[in-house]
């Protein structure tokens, strides 16, 4: 069972920046593939970044590459996503999760993290 704790959401203006945070069980850690998902109301989940915890291989939906970028820590089991050029349209829970695979077509392994969330205002 997967166990991770998501930190690091807030409130901020179009433009603006944020890091979140997602401790890792460390049994979860390792050559795995970890990354954010991200929920609002109304839309369907959208994969948003995976990092490749074995090789740092990263992977990006199109609609943040470019503002976003995911990193790691192993000394702390910590992945992060550094979000920049907030938009409103990022507005969203934002979980961490264990994926199938190292790629957005695949799916976050359940349980995940309970979320953060993430406003974004105009």
């Known amino acids: 069972q997967a166990h991770l704790a998501e930190s690091g959401g807030g409130s901020v203006q179009t433009g603006g920046s944020l890091r979140l945070s997602c401790v890792v069980a460390e049994h979860n850690y390792d050559d795995n593939c970890i990354g954010w998902f991200r929920q609002s109301p109304g839309k369907e989940r959208e994969g948003v970044a995976i990092?490749?915890?074995?090789?740092?291989?990263?992977f990006y939906a199109d609609s943040v590459t470019g503002r976003f970028i995911i990193s790691k820590d192993n000394a702390k089991n910590t992945v992060y996503l550094n979000m920049s050029s907030l938009i409103p349209e990022d507005t969203a829970k934002y979980h961490c999760?264990?994926?199938?695979?190292?790629?957005?077509?695949?799916?976050?392994?359940?349980?995940w993290g309970q979320g953060t969330l993430v406003t974004v205002s105009s």
């Open positions: 999760a264990v994926w199938e695979a190292c790629g957005l077509w695949s799916r976050p392994f359940a349980p």
């Open positions: 990092i490749n915890t074995a090789d740092e291989s990263t």
